[in-house]
């Protein structure tokens, strides 16, 4: 049995064997690999102004001036207040009370048609336009007959004018026109309301109807029904509740709170007087609203809705004795607020008001400074509810190369339209305009004006910093160096660029010239053939400036040599097999010293001396224990 064990040690001779083939094998492999090496030369630089910034910019330039941007409700910067426009149109209605104005969107203005002078010139019935601070008569063909007290909104159902009923000092009207590209129809529905006038009449947002409510019928009888029309049509409603008969009630959809809002109106009756109730309308539900403060009882108030603040704006109107009111209310989430204002307008009944929302502002015209039954002063004045004038600039890029373009952008808010912007950039260089470009000619820092100039003459101004600096050159620095470096192919070679002048930060971009590239100011690549090179840096600053520098690397046979340490990224990964080889080697010699190591912790097996030599002691296996112990060998013969 012993003798049988003595083939192990030499399998485990050859594992050992077969071990140092291995590795000399791979030595073998990397003797017979292509080699090659690599000289650099002189490097020199350049710059250039690209059409377009650098597509691979790792980081984000420097933060510039924000803008003023538009945004929802509320959109004012400055608390608002009233500015006379009057002066701004050569052209004006002529002085009425109880005209009605309404924004066209189709058009892109303000229409005011008819009213009444107040005096025995009797109602009219002209058509006129606003739009940028001018007034426009305009000249339809057709056109309702002279009136006051008449219904009129803007209908986005059908994309009109709606304008219902009125009075004109004898007649009472019952019919309804749309307007539309400067042109009044005539729409005779197939039923309508009864005639009236002084009823309210808004568009409600959250039913998406016409809301018509109230007014004086021909027996001169404040009406309390509610009427609906839409795509043409009107029907009656039948709400379980109302607010009861009320002549001239302010009325507007409230776009924040998304129903109808109903405030004040007179009951026509010297018991009842003047109302300062306050009604909601929505889901073709009147329900009353009780907010801890309400305006003083009035009625025609001036009512509109403001998107610039997000609320309904109350203005004037009249109490139970005709004596016109001067305050100034703002309604939002429920609740009422009376506003003071820099520039009153005084008491006012009867004026007629549209929000402009081209120009940012709640426009208002006409009216009576004082109603009575013997004294009726009507005006002619208008006037804009808007924030002041304010005004903001920003340069991008704020810190720029010489040479590069700079894009300027300026914006207005409030004020009265249009504005005019004007430009220094504080190198006794000007332009105008919302959005020009300047390019600087020297270096240094310069101070940015920006004005802006409302139709009133009214100014703004800010101002900011732009910094020039030099343009940027690019250097390329190797190692190996220097230049006279041999290496074999396959070697790697460290690059590092460097920037001087520009404006950080700055993107690296690499053409190893063998039609591999990198990025990165530190990057190292391997080149798998012998030739001649050119390694090309371009370098992009944070204002779009590039700037390019050359290396010119020459790969020949020689002694391997890899330049120690490779920062960056590198363009490619010769070394794979080696790497592969290098495992393998690694496993079959951690596998041979596995084995010579168990190899000199085994037990003696008694091998056979030479003869003549005494043998090693017997040690029987496991197996043999208790067994009877062998012969002794013969004596040695003499």
Not at 291 to 312: F, I, K, Q, W
Not at 449 to 469: C, I, Y
Request: aromatic share 10%; net charge neutral.
């Amino acid at each position: 049995m012993g003798r049988m064990a003595r083939p192990l040690p030499k399998a485990r001779n050859r594992i050992a064997e077969y071990a140092v083939m291995s590795l000399v094998l791979f030595v073998g492999i990397l003797a017979v690999l292509p080699v090659g090496g690599l000289r650099v030369g002189a490097s020199h630089t350049s710059s250039e102004t690209p059409g377009s910034p650098h597509s691979d910019l790792r980081a984000s330039s420097a933060s510039a001036h924000s803008l003023l941007a538009p945004t929802d409700a509320p959109r004012l910067v400055a608390a608002p207040s009233w500015w006379n426009i009057t002066t701004l149109s050569a052209a004006m209605p002529a002085p009425r009370i109880l005209g009605t104005m309404v924004w066209d969107p189709a058009d892109n203005y303000s229409v005011l048609f008819g009213g009444a002078s107040g005096t025995s010139a009797g109602e009219f019935g002209d058509t006129w336009s606003f739009r940028n601070g001018t007034w426009t008569q305009l000249s339809p063909s057709i056109h309702p007959l002279p009136r006051a007290f008449q219904a009129m909104a803007w209908d986005p159902i059908d994309n009109k004018v709606l304008l219902f009923g009125g009075f004109n000092g004898t007649a009472i009207y019952g019919d309804t026109w749309a307007f539309s590209h400067g042109q009044w129809t005539n729409i005779s529905p197939l039923s309508s309301p009864p005639a009236r006038y002084a009823a309210g009449l808004t568009y409600d947002g959250a039913d998406g109807e016409m809301l018509l409510y109230g007014g004086v019928n021909a027996s001169l009888f404040a009406q309390s029904d509610t009427w609906a029309f839409a795509h043409g049509t009107w029907s009656q409603l039948s709400p379980a509740t109302n607010p009861g008969p009320l002549v001239v009630p302010a009325m507007v959809y409230d776009a924040a709170d998304g129903y109808v809002l109903l405030e004040g109106g007179s009951h026509n009756d010297t018991n009842l007087g003047v109302t300062g109730a306050c009604w909601r309308f929505s889901g073709d539900v009147w329900t009353q609203l009780t907010p801890s403060t309400l305006p003083a009882p009035r009625l025609a108030g001036m009512v509109e809705y403001d998107p610039e603040t997000a609320s309904v704006l109350l203005l004037g109107g009249a109490n139970k004795t005709n004596a016109a009111y001067s305050d100034f209310w703002q309604f939002h989430a429920g609740a009422w607020n009376e506003i003071a204002t820099s520039t009153p307008l005084g008491a006012r009944f009867g004026s007629a008001v549209a929000y402009q929302p081209l120009a940012h502002y709640l426009l208002l015209t006409g009216g009576e400074l004082q109603f009575n039954a013997t004294h009726v002063i009507p005006t002619s004045d208008s006037w804009a509810y808007a924030s002041a004038l304010n005004v903001t600039g920003t340069a991008l890029p704020p810190t720029t190369d010489l040479g590069a373009k700079v894009r300027f952008s300026g914006q207005s808010a409030g004020g009265i339209g249009p504005v005019a912007l004007s430009w220094s950039f504080g190198d006794a260089s000007s332009a105008s305009g919302a959005a020009p470009n300047h390019t600087y000619v020297a270096m240094g820092s310069y101070t940015v004006h920006l004005n802006a100039t409302d139709a009133l003459g009214v100014h703004a101004t800010t101002m900011f910093t732009v910094s020039v600096n030099a343009r940027p050159t690019a250097a390329i620095t190797t190692s190996p160096s220097p230049a006279n470096v041999t290496v074999s192919a396959g070697g790697r070679v460290n690059f590092t660029g460097t920037a001087a002048g520009g404006t950080a930060p700055f993107t690296f971009g690499w053409s190893f010239g063998d039609g591999l590239t990198g990025t990165g100011n530190r990057t190292s690549h391997a080149y798998a053939a012998a030739g001649t090179f050119t390694v090309r840096l371009t370098l992009t600053d944070a204002a779009g400036v590039v700037a390019i520098s050359n290396a010119s690397v020459n790969v020949t046979a020689g002694t391997t040599h890899t330049p120690p340490g490779s920062g960056g990224s590198s363009s490619s990964t010769p070394y794979l097999l080696y790497g592969i080889l290098a495992a393998v080697v690694v496993a079959v010699a951690v596998a041979a010293a596995l084995l010579l190591s168990r190899r000199k912790r085994s037990p003696p097996t008694n091998p056979a001396g030479p003869p003549g030599y005494p043998q090693p002691p017997y040690y029987p296996p496991p197996s043999a224990v208790g067994a009877p112990p062998p012969p002794s060998p013969p004596p040695p013969t003499a």
